[in-house]
């Protein structure tokens, strides 16, 4: 059963970094095709892919947040770790941890999610 | 960029048979996928590759691509079902995944 878990500040000022890890269960990062992302929804409206990681380090960005954010993973750890820099009152969200296989369009398992608050 | 456009809201009544369509330039050629979401939770995968359903979801969710609009279709619709639906693609030109808007779904 794969399970993943988000985790990080529920609340942080303008300016600052935002830093979530999630941790995962079921699957691993070294195995060949895994990929975990991050998926956010500001209240009330639609999806967004930020940036996924896959197993042999190819990293994803959406272009309009690429300059802010980076992904990295901890295999050892069963960890991914997103920061996205300068934050923003727009970056306001909830933010869900996914796993997806390279050869498949779409994402079959999501965390909980952490919704996230940016305010001074 | 590619866009993916939903009605903002669909209405039906317990029992009969809801449409949620998705638009999006050549979508024809395009794989998509649907996501439900009740409030407060996780998106959940109900149709993926235009009409295949993954485990555990009922035979009433049913998906086609008819032309330019991809449609989710559910048939006998339950109290169960009120939720926000989401349609998916992966867009080649951007590498990258794009959702449409989201269609709520009112059980009368």
């Known amino acids: 059963q794969i399970t993943l878990k988000e985790s990080g500040p529920a609340l942080v000022k303008p300016t600052q970094t935002l830093t979530l890890t999630c941790t995962f269960s079921?699957?691993?990062?070294?195995?060949?095709?895994?990929?975990v992302g991050w998926i956010r929804q500001p209240p009330g409206k639609a999806l967004e892919l930020i940036s996924l990681?896959?197993?042999?380090?190819?990293?994803r960005y959406i272009p309009s947040l690429k300059s802010r954010l980076t992904i990295t993973k901890d295999t050892s750890k069963n960890q991914v770790v997103l920061t996205m820099t300068n934050m923003d009152p727009a970056d306001t969200a909830t933010y869900f941890c996914?796993?997806?296989?390279?050869?498949?369009?779409?994402?079959?398992?999501w965390g909980q999610g952490t919704l996230v608050t940016v305010s001074s | 960029s590619y866009v993916l456009t939903q009605p903002p809201s669909v209405s039906v009544a317990p029992g009969q048979t809801a449409r949620i369509t998705c638009g999006g330039d050549n979508i024809g050629s395009e794989t998509v996928h649907w996501y439900q979401q009740k409030p407060g939770q996780a998106p959940v995968l109900v149709l993926y590759?235009?009409?295949d359903r993954p485990s555990g979801i009922p035979e009433r969710f049913s998906g086609s691509k008819p032309g330019n609009t991809a449609t989710l279709t559910i048939s006998r619709v339950e109290a169960g079902d009120e939720a926000d639906y989401f349609c998916q693609v992966w867009d080649s030109s951007s590498d990258h995944m794009l959702f449409g808007g989201g269609t709520k779904l009112t059980v009368l």
């Open positions: 590759d235009d009409s």
């Open positions: 996914v796993h997806k296989w390279d050869y498949n369009d779409y994402v079959g398992d």
């Open positions: 079921g699957f691993s990062l070294s195995t060949g095709g895994v990929g």
């Open positions: 990681i896959y197993w042999n380090d190819d990293k």
